[in-house]
């Protein structure tokens, strides 16, 4: 089963930070939080991962609580090329072996 | 850097025929590789775990003489689905663990569309 739970959809209207949360209520000490997004029709795609503190990179910034039970993922600028499905994952640690299991991800719609 | 390519994109099969797909990592060695499934508008379903020189790890109610795997060198994994039906008819998306050089986990592969005519 998933760890995580994420709204199921979300709007955001083009050129406005997209704020993606994520429940991981039961995660460990000893694992991170990875974010991909699907587009339509293709195979998922990085975007950033975390293990406490906030993260930024060319993509998207990575809040992450302080009792790191919940993340947040925030596209400051939405595009239409953003529209997609946005996994937030957990993983015991990074580029170490554990299978990932995806939930269903929030169906993020850029509008016009 | 940490690409993985997939082949085909798309595929149009006759029912019974088999599929081989196949997922080739292109700048780095793959000693595991991942295969989902995704049905449409569903999320990815882990199906197996495949390690360079072993046999596969399949996922409960994964049949794995429908699926075979093969992990034969440490750029390339291959899926087969045997005796294809109409309910195999799925995208197909293979990832690979990326060494510790880099911190990005997995990558994945573009994905497969089979469609069992």
């Known amino acids: 089963d998933a760890k995580t739970t994420q709204p199921t959809s979300m709007d955001c209207a083009e050129g406005r930070a997209a704020n993606l949360p994520c429940n991981h209520s039961?995660?460990?000490?000893?694992?991170?939080v990875y974010w991909y997004r699907q587009i339509h029709s293709q195979g998922p795609q990085y975007i950033i991962h975390g293990l406490k503190n906030n993260e930024t990179n060319e993509m998207a910034s990575l809040i992450i609580t302080e009792d790191r039970k919940s993340s947040t993922l925030i596209l400051p600028h939405a595009t239409l090329r953003d529209t997609a499905v946005y996994y937030c994952?957990?993983?015991?640690?990074?580029?170490?072996?554990?299978?990932?299991?995806f939930g269903t991800g929030t169906k993020l719609q850029v509008i016009p | 850097g940490a690409v993985v390519s997939q082949h085909p994109s798309r595929v149009i099969c006759k029912s019974g025929t088999s599929v081989k797909i196949e997922c080739r990592s292109l700048?780095?060695?793959?000693?595991?590789m991942f295969w989902y499934r995704q049905f449409p508008k569903q999320s990815l379903m882990l199906m197996a775990t495949s390690n360079e020189g072993s046999k596969a790890t399949y996922e409960q109610g994964v049949e794995k003489d429908k699926f075979l795997i093969n992990h034969a060198s440490l750029t390339l994994s291959t899926l087969t689905v045997t005796s294809a039906h109409p309910e195999d008819s799925s995208f197909y998306i293979c990832?690979?663990?990326?060494?510790?050089?880099?911190?990005?986990?997995?990558?994945f592969g573009s994905g497969t569309r089979l469609t069992v005519v």
């Open positions: 990832s690979a663990l990326i060494p510790n050089r880099s911190p990005r986990g997995y990558t």
């Open positions: 700048d780095f060695q793959a000693t595991t």
């Open positions: 994952i957990v993983s015991p640690y990074s580029g170490g072996y554990q299978k990932v299991t």
């Open positions: 039961t995660i460990s000490g000893n694992e991170y």
